[in-house]
């Protein structure tokens, strides 16, 4: 069994307590503190474990691309981050579209050191799978060939999905064709791609009762558009990624390409922060897109951070006042509730019966970033350089301690 007692941050209140995990890996008791625990914190934060929804960790049964990431590695950077279980996309070489490709991609997850749930990749041709899965649709291109070039083909695809749960990147195929010959990245995908989609993709949410979440929110207009609609009871959440909170604008030419580009204000990115603190977004995800360097100065899109995770919340503690609680509920409990849907163990808080994976963190000692400090394959972050308020001192994947 192992005990540790801390600050423990649950959904309404943070009190000092013990946290009991067994030998299953699974919480059996939370209580009032013994002073005799295996680890005592003092002023840290034990969170319950944060769950990232959206990371391409690289590999398929194929192999191509595991110089970039692989499961493995994908796993040890989580946990350097402060990440306990997280969401692999399909957009792969060989994509995971039915029973057997998506049977034959889980086969490789049993290599990573924290759990990872699949979505299934959604094409012109595919159909629902035999089993509850989340998929995930490509509205336009971007990297993969799982994609779609009208708004029409894609209608038609997800008309066999009726009642499913589908995750959205939102950007037009019409309007970045009408742009492709653009001067630059962010001109060639405008924020009027993204605002389009969302609005198509909320429409066809309703239209078949559909359980949306659209991925990666960059635009305030189109964040306006999510919120409405949650107003008038669709059934839709929104992720933002680090990335789009961080940096206001993209340079030519830099590592900070992905898609959607970071091609908005500074008034655009804090109303960013200051919804996902409301809780008018949902969830708090990565992206993490790993790339050699040499692949980003040849201009492919894509950004590797789950290994400064827990540090970027901290980030937003300190220099935006998100409560702790705040973090909780977009980076444990909500992202939690979506992958209980696929689980047979419960994630997202720390409750007695519920998975034992915690994120520990420092508030009060900061972090630089360097290349030194990072686990995944591909070796660099669009953060080197950047100093953290805080760090992540433990974490804990089903009871299994990681130090740092």
Not at 91 to 97: A, D, R, S
Request: one cysteine or more.
């Amino acid at each position: 069994m192992l005990t540790i007692e801390g600050n423990i941050v649950s959904m309404d209140k943070i009190f000092r307590g013990r946290i009991e995990i067994d030998q299953s890996g699974m919480i059996n008791k939370i209580g009032e503190p013994t002073g005799d625990a295996d680890f005592i914190f003092k002023d840290e934060l034990v969170f319950p474990g944060f769950i990232d929804l959206h990371v391409h960790a690289r590999e398929d049964v194929i192999h191509t691309q595991d110089y970039k990431e692989d499961f493995k590695t994908a796993g040890e950077a989580a946990i350097n981050g402060g990440v306990v279980a997280f969401a692999d996309m399909p957009n792969n070489p060989t994509p995971p579209i039915d029973d057997a490709s998506y049977v034959a991609k889980n086969s490789l997850v049993q290599k990573s050191p924290v759990p990872v749930l699949l979505y299934a990749g959604i094409g012109p041709d595919t159909k629902p799978l035999s089993k509850k899965v989340p998929y995930k649709v490509f509205m336009g291109k971007s990297i993969g060939e799982l994609f779609f070039s009208s708004l029409r083909g894609l209608e038609t695809a997800l008309a066999k999905y009726e009642g499913q749960n589908i995750s959205f990147h939102c950007e037009d195929p019409n309007i970045l064709e009408d742009n492709k010959n653009q001067s630059t990245h962010a001109l060639r995908r405008p924020k009027e791609a993204e605002i389009s989609a969302v609005d198509f993709a909320l429409r066809l949410i309703k239209k078949y009762n559909l359980i949306g979440k659209i991925c990666h929110c960059s635009a305030i207009l189109a964040l306006e558009k999510i919120i409405d609609a949650k107003k008038h009871g669709a059934n839709v959440t929104v992720e933002v990624a680090p990335h789009h909170l961080y940096f206001d604008k993209e340079p030519n030419k830099s590592l900070l390409q992905v898609n959607p580009p970071i091609r908005q204000s500074k008034k655009n990115r804090l109303a960013l922060i200051e919804a996902l603190r409301r809780g008018e977004i949902d969830f708090l995800a990565t992206d993490h897109a790993p790339h050699t360097i040499e692949e980003k100065e040849n201009g492919i899109s894509g950004l590797p951070q789950l290994d400064t995770f827990g540090p970027f919340t901290t980030w937003l503690v300190k220099e935006h006042n998100f409560s702790p609680k705040e973090i909780a509920r977009v980076c444990s409990q909500n992202p939690g509730n979506f992958f209980n849907q696929f689980s047979a163990q419960r994630y997202g808080q720390l409750k007695e019966g519920y998975v034992g994976s915690l994120t520990i963190l420092d508030m009060n000692r900061s972090i630089s970033v360097t290349k030194e400090m990072l686990k995944t394959k591909c070796e660099w972050s669009p953060f080197e350089g950047v100093s953290f308020p805080g760090r992540v001192v433990m974490t804990v994947v089903k009871g299994k301690v990681y130090e740092k």
